[in-house]
Each structure stands twice: as C-alpha cells, then as structure tokens.
T-cell receptor, first 117, second 110 residues
C-alpha cells in the first residue's frame, strides 16, 4: 500500500512569490492534516480536513495560507505571497475515518522543504 | 511553557545498549500517545501508539505511559546503528491535532 506522498520535495522561492504544495493521502483515509516545522522548533499543526471539509484550521498562521481538498482526495496548500518566516518543512499526514471520542494513528509523508529567500 | 517537553539530546550510546527516551506533558486532556522515528530528510514514521497507562511492547520497542505523572517513555532494547535517528513524541486529546515534542536525536555507535 502506498504511503502519504508529497510534491515537491523541495521548493526554493523568492519572497513575494507563490508556492503550492500537494499532498496525496493514503487511499481510503478520510482525514488529512497539514503540519509545519520551522527551524529549531517542534512540528506544529496547521489544519485538518475530514474528506473535503475543513474540520480545524486553528493552526493556520495567517490568511496568506490557503488549503483545499477538492473531492476529498488530494490536498493543496498555497502560500501567497510567501514571506521569509514561511521557510520550513511542511508535512502532510492522513488517518482513517474518525469515530467520536477515538483518535486513529496519523501517518506522515516525507515533507516538502520550503525555502523562501 | 511548552505543552510537551522533550530533551533534544543528542544521546549517544554503544550498540546493544538499552535506550530510554522520555517526554513530559502538561495538558491532562491528552489521551493518545505516539512515538515517531524520523531519519534525516525524511518524514516521521509511526513506531508506537498507546492509549492507556502502562506498557506496550513491539519487538525491541516498549512504550510506557504514566498519566498520573504526565510522563511517557520509549525504551529500545539491543539498540542498533540503524536506530540512529530523531525520536519524536506526540500526543492528542479528543481532537485530532497532534502536539509534538521537539525530538531527541539518538546516535547508536557500532
């Protein structure tokens, strides 16, 4: 079974440009998450999709970040315009259908390393 | 104060040693506890997933949870050079958002 895949693996852009990251979850996983790790910090939650709906976007840093999951399959995370502090590694994770009061294991992709210069 | 504290290391041990990795947390709402292993330039790989207090064993790995002390541990027996990686603890409550520790870098020397 294929794991979570992310594209691109590395992106270098200039401040003010736009970048779109893509995540393909494990087949059949309704839940999709975005996380980010900036230099020297721990991995932090950005948002959570259940199918195509945003369940929790409390971790999104500001309105320069836009996440979508059309059709409940793959997801994109767009940063527009990018700022220097957006540099870091962006991870996507997926998990099975959530039951009330139960949390399933989250499986992570390899990440996209974003460098804003 | 961070919700999850984890010693960054590095922790250097000889091959065959027993390794103990630990995290403390402050949020009593956390119910699910995970350990991830992350190799350089790779994504976190799920190693262990536990819910209740007590021990859970999987091969050379044992996860221990003490909810009364808000303390979790991962033990690695007969450590191998291939175990050299960064180990991340993560946890969540009723929601699905994972809260991570900063990771401990482990080096197992042949």
């Amino acid at each position: 079974e294929a794991g979570v895949t992310q594209f691109p693996s590395h992106s270098v852009i200039e401040k003010g440009q736009t970048v779109t990251l893509r995540c393909d979850p494990i087949s059949g996983h309704d839940n999709l998450y975005w996380y980010r790790r900036v230099m020297g910090k721990e991995i932090k939650f950005l948002l959570h999709f259940v199918k195509e709906s945003k369940q929790d976007e409390s971790g999104m840093p500001n309105n320069r970040f836009l996440a979508e999951r059309t059709g409940g399959t793959y997801s994109t995370l767009k940063v527009q315009p990018a700022e220097l502090e957006d540099s870091g590694v962006y991870f996507c994770a997926s998990s099975q259908e959530v039951s009330p009061g139960y949390s399933y294991e989250q499986y992570f992709g390899p990440g996209t390393r974003l460098t804003v210069t | 104060q961070k919700e999850v504290e984890q010693d960054p290391g590095p922790l250097s041990v000889p091959e065959g040693a027993i390794v103990s990795l630990n995290c403390t947390y402050s949020n009593s709402a956390f119910q699910y506890f995970m350990w991830y292993r992350q190799y350089s330039r790779k994504g976190p790989e799920l190693l262990m997933y536990t819910y209740s207090s007590g021990n859970k064993e999987d091969g050379r790995f044992t996860a221990q949870v003490d909810k009364s002390s808000k303390y979790i541990s991962l033990f690695i027996r007969d450590s191998q050079p291939s175990d050299s990686a960064t180990y991340l603890c993560a946890m969540n409550g009723a929601g699905n958002m994972l809260t991570f520790g900063g990771g401990t870098r482990l080096m197992v020397k042949p």
